[in-house]
């Protein structure tokens, strides 16, 4: 955990306090990531996938009843959860890509629609889920980005080097770090917004093997299928 300092001298620009952003669209986006992992097959799942489903909605559901409004401060018992259940989205989501691969190389997959919305459901998960983990820990996550806790960027934004470009207000939010996990997933390497601390550098780079991998794998096999 890196080291607060409350109290540096020539703060940039953008670290300052905000009044946080609203949690609905967070909550909407879980909801249809939850929804996708139902929906998948039971060879591209595991077992207990119905209870896994389950236990998501319950935590996306108490989240949603302890600050159904907007995330004005950081509360450690709240970004716990969040933690907890982006990692449980995340092991479910790695068990089903670890599934597809090894349908696609066994050759158990012959349709080719199906291996298309499989590996497309598997690959919006993937992005929704990096995209929760960046939106969690940049700077210590929603709550202290409100407080400006934390003044170190774990990702630098454009509108952090070029503030002519942004309102004075600004603040990157959930969209922000969800585009970010959806470019890195198409480009498999950061665009505009780029990691600065291990651990960003860490997740991006297990982000983009992973959609690499599925992407290139899905792709392939549908091409063969239709030849």
Known sequence: MRARNYHLPNLPHWHKVHRGEPRWPVSFVVVIVIALQFLLPKSLSLKSQPIICAVEA????ALFAVNPGRIKAHAPGRWSLGIALTGVMTISNIASAVRLVQSLIDGSVNDATKLLWFGGSIWLTNIV?????YWEFDRGGPGARAEAIDPYPDFLFPQ????????????PSFFDYLYTSFTNASAFSPTDVLPLTRWAKILMMVQSATSLITVGLVIARAVN???
Do not use: Q, S
């Open 225 to 227: 299928i239709l030849k």
């Open 58 to 61: 319950i935590l996306a559901i």
């Open 129 to 133: 889920v990096f995209g929760l983990w």
């Open 160 to 171: 952090m080097t070029d503030p002519e470009y942004a309102p004075e207000n600004w603040a």
